[in-house]
Protein backbone atom coordinates (compact mmCIF):
# COMPACT_ATOMS: atom_id res chain seq x y z
CA UNK A 1 0.00 0.00 0.00
CA UNK A 2 1.48 3.01 -0.66
CA UNK A 3 2.42 5.48 1.89
CA UNK A 4 0.24 8.40 3.04
CA UNK A 5 0.77 12.13 1.53
CA UNK A 6 0.28 13.48 4.95
CA UNK A 7 0.91 11.57 8.40
CA UNK A 8 0.39 12.81 11.57
CA UNK A 9 1.24 11.09 15.12
CA UNK A 10 0.59 11.91 18.49
CA UNK A 11 -0.10 15.50 17.39
CA UNK A 12 -0.38 18.26 20.55
CA UNK A 13 -1.02 21.97 20.22
CA UNK A 14 -1.23 24.17 23.32
CA UNK A 15 -1.71 27.92 23.71
CA UNK A 16 -0.02 29.57 26.89
CA UNK A 17 -2.22 32.21 28.60
CA UNK A 18 -2.93 33.62 32.12
CA UNK A 19 -5.46 31.53 32.66
CA UNK A 20 -3.59 28.81 32.15
CA UNK A 21 -2.22 25.98 29.61
CA UNK A 22 -5.10 25.48 26.87
CA UNK A 23 -4.57 22.24 24.98
CA UNK A 24 -6.39 22.85 21.82
CA UNK A 25 -5.19 19.65 20.52
CA UNK A 26 -4.02 16.73 22.42
CA UNK A 27 -2.48 13.39 20.88
CA UNK A 28 -4.22 13.68 17.01
CA UNK A 29 -3.43 11.02 14.50
CA UNK A 30 -4.62 11.55 11.01
CA UNK A 31 -3.87 10.42 7.88
CA UNK A 32 -4.61 12.04 4.05
CA UNK A 33 -3.92 9.32 1.62
CA UNK A 34 -3.31 10.57 -2.04
CA UNK A 35 -5.67 11.89 -4.12
CA UNK A 36 -8.42 11.58 -0.91
CA UNK A 37 -10.76 14.08 0.37
CA UNK A 38 -10.64 14.19 4.11
CA UNK A 39 -13.77 15.41 5.86
CA UNK A 40 -13.15 16.98 9.54
CA UNK A 41 -15.91 18.18 11.17
CA UNK A 42 -16.74 18.71 15.22
CA UNK A 43 -18.33 21.69 16.88
CA UNK A 44 -16.42 25.10 17.28
CA UNK A 45 -13.44 24.57 19.96
CA UNK A 46 -12.64 21.03 18.68
CA UNK A 47 -9.28 21.63 17.50
CA UNK A 48 -10.31 21.17 13.64
CA UNK A 49 -8.88 24.58 12.36
CA UNK A 50 -5.53 24.51 14.93
CA UNK A 51 -4.57 20.80 14.32
CA UNK A 52 -4.18 21.81 10.24
CA UNK A 53 -2.83 25.58 11.29
CA UNK A 54 -0.16 23.07 12.81
CA UNK A 55 0.28 21.06 9.72
CA UNK A 56 1.07 24.41 8.11
CA UNK A 57 3.49 25.61 10.48
CA UNK A 58 1.47 29.09 11.50
CA UNK A 59 0.99 28.31 15.01
CA UNK A 60 2.45 31.46 16.25
CA UNK A 61 2.41 32.37 20.29
CA UNK A 62 1.47 32.37 22.79
CA UNK A 63 0.63 28.67 20.61
CA UNK A 64 3.32 25.77 20.21
CA UNK A 65 3.38 22.17 18.71
CA UNK A 66 4.71 20.64 22.02
CA UNK A 67 4.96 17.13 20.70
CA UNK A 68 4.26 14.80 18.08
CA UNK A 69 5.53 14.16 14.03
CA UNK A 70 4.27 15.77 10.90
CA UNK A 71 5.20 13.73 8.47
CA UNK A 72 4.19 15.51 4.60
CA UNK A 73 5.34 13.42 1.49
CA UNK A 74 8.11 11.77 3.50
CA UNK A 75 9.32 14.60 4.92
CA UNK A 76 9.15 15.21 8.65
CA UNK A 77 8.22 19.03 8.62
CA UNK A 78 8.87 19.51 12.37
CA UNK A 79 12.33 19.64 11.89
CA UNK A 80 12.51 22.12 8.75
CA UNK A 81 13.56 25.68 9.21
CA UNK A 82 11.11 28.35 9.13
CA UNK A 83 12.61 29.47 5.27
CA UNK A 84 12.32 25.52 4.57
CA UNK A 85 8.74 25.40 5.82
CA UNK A 86 8.04 28.79 4.25
CA UNK A 87 8.91 27.08 0.45
CA UNK A 88 6.79 24.13 1.13
CA UNK A 89 3.62 26.52 2.44
CA UNK A 90 1.58 27.69 -1.02
CA UNK A 91 3.65 25.00 -2.96
CA UNK A 92 2.95 21.92 -1.63
CA UNK A 93 0.38 22.59 0.95
CA UNK A 94 -1.99 25.44 0.47
CA UNK A 95 -4.54 26.47 2.79
CA UNK A 96 -7.45 28.40 2.15
CA UNK A 97 -8.95 30.54 5.66
CA UNK A 98 -12.62 30.48 6.70
CA UNK A 99 -13.25 34.41 5.87
CA UNK A 100 -12.10 35.34 1.89
CA UNK A 101 -12.65 39.14 2.75
CA UNK A 102 -10.09 39.34 5.74
CA UNK A 103 -8.16 36.78 4.47
CA UNK A 104 -7.39 38.82 1.27
CA UNK A 105 -5.32 42.05 1.08
CA UNK A 106 -7.54 44.70 0.38
CA UNK A 107 -4.41 47.06 -0.74
CA UNK A 108 -3.85 44.89 -3.71
CA UNK A 109 -5.23 44.07 -6.77
CA UNK A 110 -6.07 39.94 -7.25
CA UNK A 111 -3.69 39.84 -10.24
CA UNK A 112 -1.35 40.95 -7.83
CA UNK A 113 -1.80 38.74 -5.10
CA UNK A 114 -2.01 35.41 -7.33
CA UNK A 115 1.44 37.10 -8.66
CA UNK A 116 3.18 37.19 -5.20
CA UNK A 117 2.73 33.45 -4.96
CA UNK A 118 4.02 32.46 -8.23
CA UNK A 119 6.80 34.87 -8.12
CA UNK A 120 7.76 33.21 -4.24
CA UNK A 121 7.71 29.36 -5.32
CA UNK A 122 7.22 28.68 -8.92
CA UNK A 123 10.82 27.72 -9.99
CA UNK A 124 9.46 27.47 -13.93
CA UNK A 125 9.47 31.42 -14.14
CA UNK A 126 11.80 33.11 -16.54
CA UNK A 127 14.70 34.97 -15.29
CA UNK A 128 14.00 37.99 -17.69
CA UNK A 129 11.71 40.14 -16.24
CA UNK A 130 9.39 40.89 -18.81
CA UNK A 131 9.27 37.15 -19.91
CA UNK A 132 8.41 36.96 -15.95
CA UNK A 133 5.55 39.59 -15.53
CA UNK A 134 4.21 37.39 -18.79
CA UNK A 135 4.26 34.40 -17.96
CA UNK A 136 2.90 35.43 -13.99
CA UNK A 137 0.46 37.30 -15.75
CA UNK A 138 -0.88 34.10 -18.48
CA UNK A 139 -0.81 31.82 -15.06
CA UNK A 140 -2.69 34.22 -13.12
CA UNK A 141 -5.50 33.82 -16.11
CA UNK A 142 -5.67 30.16 -16.31
CA UNK A 143 -6.27 30.36 -12.71
CA UNK A 144 -9.18 32.64 -12.51
CA UNK A 145 -10.99 30.58 -15.76
CA UNK A 146 -10.12 27.78 -13.58
CA UNK A 147 -12.20 28.59 -11.04
CA UNK A 148 -15.20 29.96 -13.15
CA UNK A 149 -14.48 33.92 -13.10
CA UNK A 150 -16.00 35.12 -16.35
CA UNK A 151 -13.81 37.61 -17.94
CA UNK A 152 -10.93 36.44 -16.12
CA UNK A 153 -7.99 39.02 -17.29
CA UNK A 154 -9.97 42.19 -17.27
CA UNK A 155 -10.64 40.93 -13.58
CA UNK A 156 -7.04 40.84 -12.61
CA UNK A 157 -6.90 44.39 -12.25
CA UNK A 158 -9.72 44.36 -9.49
CA UNK A 159 -9.99 44.66 -5.74
CA UNK A 160 -11.20 41.98 -3.55
CA UNK A 161 -14.13 44.55 -2.71
CA UNK A 162 -15.25 44.57 -5.65
CA UNK A 163 -16.22 40.78 -5.87
CA UNK A 164 -18.99 39.06 -4.04
CA UNK A 165 -18.61 36.68 -1.02
CA UNK A 166 -18.78 33.70 -3.43
CA UNK A 167 -16.23 35.26 -6.19
CA UNK A 168 -14.08 35.77 -2.76
CA UNK A 169 -14.25 32.31 -2.23
CA UNK A 170 -12.86 31.55 -5.72
CA UNK A 171 -9.94 34.00 -5.47
CA UNK A 172 -8.69 32.51 -2.86
CA UNK A 173 -9.26 28.43 -4.21
CA UNK A 174 -6.93 30.45 -7.26
CA UNK A 175 -4.18 31.75 -4.72
CA UNK A 176 -4.12 28.35 -3.33
CA UNK A 177 -3.83 26.50 -6.30
CA UNK A 178 -1.74 28.72 -8.22
CA UNK A 179 1.62 26.48 -7.80
CA UNK A 180 -0.52 23.01 -7.99
CA UNK A 181 -0.06 21.91 -4.51
CA UNK A 182 0.31 17.97 -3.67
CA UNK A 183 -2.24 18.97 -0.79
CA UNK A 184 -5.24 21.90 -0.50
CA UNK A 185 -6.61 22.39 3.33
CA UNK A 186 -9.75 24.16 2.77
CA UNK A 187 -11.07 25.52 6.06
CA UNK A 188 -14.64 25.91 6.13
CA UNK A 189 -14.39 27.28 2.50
CA UNK A 190 -18.50 27.86 2.48
CA UNK A 191 -18.67 30.10 5.76
CA UNK A 192 -21.08 33.41 5.29
CA UNK A 193 -22.25 32.15 1.66
CA UNK A 194 -25.99 31.66 0.40
CA UNK A 195 -26.80 27.77 -0.19
CA UNK A 196 -26.71 27.95 -3.82
CA UNK A 197 -22.90 29.50 -3.93
CA UNK A 198 -21.92 27.04 -1.14
CA UNK A 199 -22.53 24.28 -3.79
CA UNK A 200 -21.25 25.88 -6.70
CA UNK A 201 -18.02 26.25 -4.52
CA UNK A 202 -17.57 22.73 -2.90
CA UNK A 203 -18.31 21.15 -6.80
CA UNK A 204 -15.75 23.35 -7.98
CA UNK A 205 -13.33 22.16 -4.99
CA UNK A 206 -14.38 18.86 -6.08
CA UNK A 207 -13.44 18.99 -9.69
CA UNK A 208 -10.22 20.58 -9.27
CA UNK A 209 -9.28 17.90 -6.99
CA UNK A 210 -10.00 15.56 -10.11
CA UNK A 211 -8.27 17.72 -12.47
CA UNK A 212 -5.29 17.98 -10.51
CA UNK A 213 -4.88 14.51 -8.91
CA UNK A 214 -4.72 16.48 -5.63
CA UNK A 215 -5.36 15.69 -1.95
CA UNK A 216 -8.35 17.85 -0.12
CA UNK A 217 -8.61 18.23 3.46
CA UNK A 218 -12.07 20.26 3.84
CA UNK A 219 -13.24 21.08 7.81
CA UNK A 220 -16.57 21.79 7.90
CA UNK A 221 -19.95 21.65 10.83
CA UNK A 222 -21.84 20.29 7.75
CA UNK A 223 -22.24 16.90 7.98
CA UNK A 224 -24.05 17.45 4.75
CA UNK A 225 -20.79 18.04 2.96
CA UNK A 226 -18.83 15.55 4.25
CA UNK A 227 -21.45 13.16 3.06
CA UNK A 228 -21.41 14.51 -0.54
CA UNK A 229 -17.96 15.32 -1.16
CA UNK A 230 -15.59 13.13 0.85
CA UNK A 231 -14.32 9.64 0.93
CA UNK A 232 -13.39 9.77 4.78
CA UNK A 233 -14.47 11.85 7.78
CA UNK A 234 -12.82 12.60 11.21
CA UNK A 235 -14.90 13.96 14.36
CA UNK A 236 -13.06 15.94 16.56
CA UNK A 237 -14.19 16.50 20.29
CA UNK A 238 -12.38 18.38 22.52
CA UNK A 239 -8.89 18.61 20.90
CA UNK A 240 -9.05 14.70 20.35
CA UNK A 241 -9.88 12.72 17.20
CA UNK A 242 -13.16 10.16 18.53
CA UNK A 243 -14.08 8.65 15.42
CA UNK A 244 -12.36 8.31 11.91
CA UNK A 245 -13.63 6.33 8.89
CA UNK A 246 -15.04 5.67 5.51
CA UNK A 247 -17.91 8.21 5.48
CA UNK A 248 -20.76 5.89 4.35
CA UNK A 249 -19.93 3.85 7.35
CA UNK A 250 -19.42 6.96 10.00
CA UNK A 251 -22.10 8.84 8.57
CA UNK A 252 -24.49 5.39 8.01
CA UNK A 253 -23.54 4.11 11.18
CA UNK A 254 -21.42 6.44 13.60
CA UNK A 255 -19.81 4.19 16.63
CA UNK A 256 -19.48 7.52 19.13
CA UNK A 257 -22.12 8.79 20.87
CA UNK A 258 -20.56 12.14 19.82
CA UNK A 259 -20.97 11.29 16.29
CA UNK A 260 -24.53 9.88 16.91
CA UNK A 261 -25.36 13.21 18.43
CA UNK A 262 -24.31 15.36 15.56
CA UNK A 263 -26.64 13.24 13.26
CA UNK A 264 -29.04 13.66 15.65
CA UNK A 265 -29.39 17.38 15.91
CA UNK A 266 -29.47 17.59 11.78
CA UNK A 267 -32.84 18.89 11.29
CA UNK A 268 -34.66 16.49 8.55
CA UNK A 269 -37.31 17.27 5.82
CA UNK A 270 -38.88 13.39 6.92
CA UNK A 271 -38.98 14.05 10.26
CA UNK A 272 -41.10 17.19 10.05
CA UNK A 273 -43.16 17.72 13.32
CA UNK A 274 -40.27 16.23 15.33
CA UNK A 275 -38.32 18.38 17.66
CA UNK A 276 -34.40 18.37 16.83
CA UNK A 277 -32.01 17.00 19.43
CA UNK A 278 -29.27 18.85 20.47
CA UNK A 279 -25.98 17.75 22.69
CA UNK A 280 -27.19 18.84 26.22
CA UNK A 281 -24.13 20.25 28.22
CA UNK A 282 -20.79 21.88 27.19
CA UNK A 283 -17.51 20.69 26.10
CA UNK A 284 -14.96 20.37 28.71
CA UNK A 285 -12.40 23.28 29.34
CA UNK A 286 -9.29 22.83 27.77
CA UNK A 287 -7.37 24.45 30.62
CA UNK A 288 -8.70 21.72 33.12
CA UNK A 289 -9.40 18.90 31.16
CA UNK A 290 -11.04 15.89 33.11
CA UNK A 291 -9.07 12.83 33.08
CA UNK A 292 -11.48 10.68 31.79
CA UNK A 293 -13.54 10.28 28.89
CA UNK A 294 -14.17 14.15 27.16
CA UNK A 295 -17.63 13.39 26.43
CA UNK A 296 -18.73 11.51 29.75
CA UNK A 297 -20.79 14.29 31.21
CA UNK A 298 -22.82 14.79 28.26
CA UNK A 299 -23.03 11.18 27.17
CA UNK A 300 -26.41 9.02 27.73
CA UNK A 301 -24.63 6.04 28.03
CA UNK A 302 -22.03 6.44 30.49
CA UNK A 303 -20.41 3.68 32.36
CA UNK A 304 -18.22 3.73 35.84
CA UNK A 305 -15.55 2.04 32.90
CA UNK A 306 -16.00 5.59 31.01
CA UNK A 307 -14.09 7.71 34.06
CA UNK A 308 -10.91 6.45 32.57
CA UNK A 309 -8.84 8.00 29.34
CA UNK A 310 -10.24 5.62 26.31
CA UNK A 311 -8.61 4.97 23.49
CA UNK A 312 -9.23 4.70 20.18
CA UNK A 313 -10.97 1.09 19.28
CA UNK A 314 -11.51 -0.40 15.71
CA UNK A 315 -15.19 -0.74 14.66
CA UNK A 316 -15.02 -2.54 11.80
CA UNK A 317 -11.63 -2.42 9.58
CA UNK A 318 -10.50 1.23 8.69
CA UNK A 319 -13.38 2.61 10.77
CA UNK A 320 -12.80 3.10 14.79
CA UNK A 321 -14.05 4.83 17.46
CA UNK A 322 -12.51 6.29 20.71
CA UNK A 323 -15.42 4.77 22.93
CA UNK A 324 -15.93 1.24 25.43
CA UNK A 325 -19.16 0.53 23.49
CA UNK A 326 -16.95 -0.13 20.31
CA UNK A 327 -14.66 -3.46 19.72
CA UNK A 328 -14.13 -6.92 21.54
CA UNK A 329 -14.17 -5.08 25.03
CA UNK A 330 -18.10 -4.13 24.75
CA UNK A 331 -19.75 -4.99 27.89
Same mark, same amino acid.
Given at each position: MNAPLLSVTDLRTVFDTRAGRVCAVDGVNVEVRRGECLGVVGESGSGKSVTFASVMGLVRSPGRIDGGAIIFDGRDLR?? !?? @? @?????? *?????? !?? @????????????? *?? @?? *????????? !????????RNAAIRERSVEMLSLVGIPSAESRLRQYPHEFSGGMRQRIMIAIALACRPKLLIADEPTTALDVTIQAQVLELITDIRAKLGMSVVLITHDLGVVTEHCDRVMVMYAGQVVEEGPVREVIGSPSHPYTKGLLGSIPRLALRGQKIKPIEGQVPDLIDLPAQCRFYSRCTLRQDVCKSLISMREATPGHSARCVLVGKDRP
Open positions: TL !TP @Q @QMRKVR *GRDIAM !TM @QDALTALNPALTV *GE @QI *GEVLEAHDE !TLPSSRGA
